[in-house]
């Protein structure tokens, strides 16, 4: 099956600096990319997603880049806010669901 | 998502008592999810069922159980052979379509009294 890797474990920034969190996969039958950001006790919620014939995908602050031929993909935080420090998971699907193990995200002040 | 409802947000288990979490949706989503979160840690899925009648076992289904027999419910039991349940729980739905992406519920919070 698919295994999905996800680095670092803990990441913190200043505020106004950027956050890069990358992953990378095994089955190159995963077309479906998909970040989610868990605030503490809260539900996953998706933040960006990005399928196998886009190399990447923007959303104001927020950016995912895909290397199929690599087999990883990156989520790009730009600018920084307190209201950013989450956890972040990535996932990667074909005919189903893998998800990393998930970036403990700080921004400070 | 407001469409899927988790309830309770909390619940405690006695030690030899099975437990049923519910997971109801208003989306019309075929599939559906169950995935267990200890704390600092990534999602593991459970159980999922892509249609009514039908469901699969996933990475950590021992000391589980689930029925779908409605396509709105997919209700999950945790019972007393599961050793560890204190856990947050976390159901999700998807369209069942591909590449579409899962939309996850508030959670239950197990623990053991």
């Known amino acids: 099956g698919e295994n999905v890797e996800q680095h670092p474990s803990t990441l913190s920034v200043q505020e106004g600096d950027s956050a890069v969190i990358k992953c990378t996969y095994s089955?190159?039958?995963?077309?479906?990319f998909p970040w989610y950001k868990q605030e503490l006790g809260k539900r996953p919620q998706l933040i960006i997603d990005i399928r196998s014939n886009v190399g990447e995908k923007k959303d104001q602050r927020i950016a995912v880049t895909l290397n199929k031929t690599a087999k990883h993909f990156s989520l790009h935080i730009t600018e920084t806010q307190p209201e950013d420090s989450a956890v972040y998971f990535c996932?990667?699907?074909?005919?189903?669901?893998?998800f990393g193990t998930g970036t403990s995200l700080t921004v400070i002040p | 998502d407001g469409g899927i409802t988790q309830s309770p947000k909390y619940l405690f288990r006695k030690e030899g008592q099975n437990v049923t979490l519910s997971c109801e949706q208003n989306l019309n989503h075929d599939a559906m999810y169950w995935y267990r979160q200890d704390p600092g840690q990534g999602l593991r899925l459970i159980y999922y069922s892509q249609i009514v009648n039908d469901f699969q076992k996933g990475d950590i289904a021992e000391g589980y159980s689930v029925s779908r027999e409605k396509k709105e419910s997919f209700p999950l039991t945790v019972t007393s052979a599961q050793k560890n349940p204190t856990a947050f729980y976390l159901c999700a739905t998807a369209t069942g379509a591909v590449n579409q992406p899962q939309h996850f519920g508030d959670g239950t919070r197990l623990s053991i009294l």
């Open positions: 996932a990667a699907s074909g005919n189903q669901f893998y």
């Open positions: 089955d190159s039958a995963s077309n479906y």
